[in-house]
């Protein structure tokens, strides 16, 4: 079967995980652009920006019908986020050297450094995913008046937000486990929240990257999003059928596989 036709299939997985978890989209989003379309990473993960945050606002715009959108925590946490990937996709991308160093035969050119943080990220995520208890996601946070956890939510949604746009990823694996175990939120009002911030900080992104570097392949990148808004209307469709518990360790666990085989593939090419 043709790579492309494979990738507009998996594409299906992307939303489907954004719906279900409010998150991961970007974690199956680079792969499949980078080994299924065979897109150089640097332009993966502008092109991930767009399709996650297309699909997010999507899905964030469902759940704020439904009342499961958290807009203050949501605000606070996004504007910083918001910040960070916009500094980190106009300012260090840029910058970084296109190879930066060679010692003999090896070469950690920017590509390379690119896939190798996305998949340690990925191997993190997965962890996170897979230890997250049943009593996290009922952990409640007072946050009225209280300027360490004010502090704290920008600190978080910095960090985020640089590592977003460092690998190009809409953050929401890094957001989920934020928002449930640092800040408290309900499972179900975090995957919300987390979707508005990932729609509006993967697009603030991409602005970023276009306007350093417009794009000719708006057609794709709108074939994919669509593909991937049916993936995330199922996604939202059996999130109240399927346990959260299960399906969070099971997703883990694939993204733990995934994760593994891209960093093996970027130790193989450093030879």
């Known amino acids: 079967m043709n790579l492309e036709i494979i990738g507009y299939l998996v594409s299906i997985l992307m939303g489907l995980s954004l719906g279900l978890l409010g998150g991961g989209g970007a974690i199956l989003t680079v792969p499949i652009l980078v080994y299924l379309f065979k897109i150089n990473p640097i332009l993966a993960t502008a ?14 715009i469902n759940y704020y019908r439904k009342n499961e959108v958290d807009l203050k925590i949501g605000v606070n946490f996004a504007i910083p986020s918001f910040i960070g990937v916009y500094l980190t996709r106009s300012f260090i991308i840029p910058n970084i050297p296109s190879t930066l160093f060679t010692i003999g035969t090896v070469s950690l050119t920017k590509p390379l450094l690119i896939m190798s943080v996305f998949s340690v990220i990925m191997l993190l995520a997965s962890i996170s995913m897979i230890k997250l208890k049943e009593n996290d996601a009922n952990k409640s946070t007072n946050s009225n008046g209280d300027q360490k956890y004010f502090s704290k939510i920008l600190i978080q949604g910095f960090t985020v937000g640089c590592i977003a746009g460092f690998v190009g990823a809409g953050g929401g694996f890094l957001i989920i486990p934020t ?12 995957i919300g929240t987390s ?10 992104g991409f602005l970023g990257d276009v306007q350093r570097q417009p794009t000719s392949e708006l057609n794709l990148l709108f ?16 999130s109240n059928k399927v346990s959260e518990k299960n399906l969070k360790k099971s997703f883990g666990y694939f993204v733990l596989t995934m994760g593994t085989l891209i960093l093996i593939d970027q130790i193989r090419k450093l030879g």
């Open 47 to 60: 092109y991930s920006l767009f399709i996650v945050g297309i699909t997010a606002l999507f899905g964030g």
């Open 179 to 190: 928002l449930v175990m640092v800040i408290g939120l309900p499972m179900k009002r975090a």
């Open 223 to 238: 074939k994919i999003a669509s593909i991937a808004l049916v993936g995330l209307f199922i996604g939202i469709y059996f």
């Open 195 to 204: 979707l508005f911030i990932i729609a509006t900080q993967s697009l603030i």
